[in-house]
């Protein structure tokens, strides 16, 4: 079975009648997890980022707390695992503002962390690698944007 391109797609789409569109929506959403989530986004909480960023935090905050620091290995995982989820909220908002912010909230917290953060090069390396991903989402905004984020990022390195 071959894939059609995404122009195809849209074109398809805009040719249907409402109802069918969204019972295509609803099977889509069905299927996959991460297509529900995207959609309750879409619907729900795209017309307030900052709600939604505010959300994200309050998750951010939550994983942090039940962080266990016993062990370097563990703790690496579970930090892992936050960084997916963070990662994968600010895709579903493709605003590059939302990303920056809610990297560097995680990084400030991964911050907090600094006798795992020094005892283990596989954690430094994961926080330089997001340093290098804000600075690169932080050349798509304005300057005036840039300027505010490069405050937070500078109290960071």
């Known amino acids: 079975m ?20 969204v019972e295509l929506c609803v099977r889509l959403a ?12 879409l619907l729900f909480e795209a017309a ?12 951010i905050d939550e994983q942090f707390k039940d962080l266990n620091t016993s062990h370097v290995y563990y703790a ?27 990297l560097i909230y995680f990084l400030q917290h991964l911050r907090k962390l600094e ?15 997001q340093l290098k991903k804000i600075n690169k989402e932080l050349s798509k905004l304005h300057e005036d944007l840039q300027y505010d984020y490069q405050k937070d990022l500078n109290d960071l390195t």
Do not use: C, W
Request: charged letters at 25%; glycine letters at 2%.
């Open 76 to 102: 690496k995982k579970t930090i892992r695992k936050i960084l997916r989820g963070v990662n994968k909220h600010a895709k579903y908002s493709g605003v590059a503002q939302t990303n920056i912010e809610l």
């Open 2 to 21: 071959q894939t059609t391109t995404l122009a195809q797609l849209k074109k398809e789409m805009q040719t249907l009648p409402y109802p069918q569109l």
């Open 115 to 129: 006798n795992l953060l020094y005892e283990s090069n596989q954690l430094m390396n994961l926080y330089d690698a």
């Open 30 to 41: 069905k299927y996959k997890k991460e297509n529900k989530e995207l959609l309750h986004y």
């Open 48 to 59: 307030n980022e900052q709600q939604f960023i505010n959300q994200v935090k309050q998750e």
